[in-house]
């Protein structure tokens, strides 16, 4: 079963509201988490890491205003997309390591496609 | 950020033949951990493989197995008896140790089984 769950799956707004999207660890903590963007037929994109009771490290290029990260307990990471406008939609997928050892792989949230009118 | 490259973006195999994709990296660092993800049409990530950079030995999972060579910064990806629910997205990734221990993903290959 799922061990990251990502919400929601897909959302559609109009430009110029926020969005929020959530991703839980399930059954295990999470101090640190990920945030990717992934375009059509493209790589996933780190965008930022979420750091539980600090604030995230933004990946170069990125803007900190623009999407807000908030990871607010051990199981959760909140991803705001601020003012979102047409060329903020994508395909959003957060990832938790299960384990500080290096060989854990990352596991997956089911992903967010963003769709801003 | 670090650099992962997959020279491949689209790739074919006949179903039940044996296909190897391609990945480079570029590091400086000694101790480092590689992953083979999958990506199918639903668009989840699923694990395919890892290799942990000291091992010399190749990681193997069933089917699938990989060339690791460290000094020249390769790891690619065989898969063996290739079966039509192989058909997706493979992408590589490279762990940076202990600091932040930050994914970074290639630039994937799209696999194509032909039945």
């Known amino acids: 079963g799922a061990v990251v769950s990502q919400h929601p799956s897909w959302v559609i707004c109009k430009s110029g509201t926020s969005v929020k999207i959530e991703c839980r660890s399930l059954d295990f903590q999470a101090t640190t988490m990920f945030w990717y963007r992934q375009f059509p037929k493209q790589s996933l994109m780190l965008m930022a890491t979420?750091?539980?009771?600090?604030?995230?490290?933004?990946e170069q290029g990125v803007e900190k205003d623009k999407f807000l990260i908030n990871h607010a307990s051990l199981t959760l990471s909140t991803l705001t997309v601020t003012s979102a406008h047409p060329e903020d939609s994508s395909f959003y997928i957060c990832?938790?390591?299960?384990?500080?050892?290096?060989?854990?792989?990352?596991?997956f949230g089911d992903g967010t496609r963003l769709s801003i009118l | 950020a670090q650099t992962v490259t997959q020279s491949q973006p689209e790739m074919s195999v006949q179903e039940a033949e044996t296909v190897t994709l391609s990945c480079t990296y570029d590091t400086s660092e000694s101790d480092y951990y590689l992953f083979w993800y999958k990506q199918p049409p639903s668009r989840q990530m699923i694990l395919v493989i890892r290799q942990e950079a000291y091992k010399q030995q190749n990681a193997t999972e069933n089917r699938f197995s990989v060339n690791f060579q460290k000094a020249a910064k390769s790891f690619s990806l065989k898969i063996s008896d290739s079966q039509l629910g192989d058909a997706a997205m493979y992408f590589c990734?490279?762990?940076?140790?202990?600091?932040?221990?930050?994914?970074?993903f290639g630039t994937g290959t799209s696999l194509t089984v032909i039945p």
């Open positions: 990832s938790a390591p299960l384990g500080g050892r290096g060989n854990q792989p990352q596991h």
């Open positions: 979420s750091n539980e009771g600090s604030k995230a490290t933004y």
């Open positions: 990734a490279y762990r940076r140790p202990n600091t932040g221990n930050q994914f970074y």
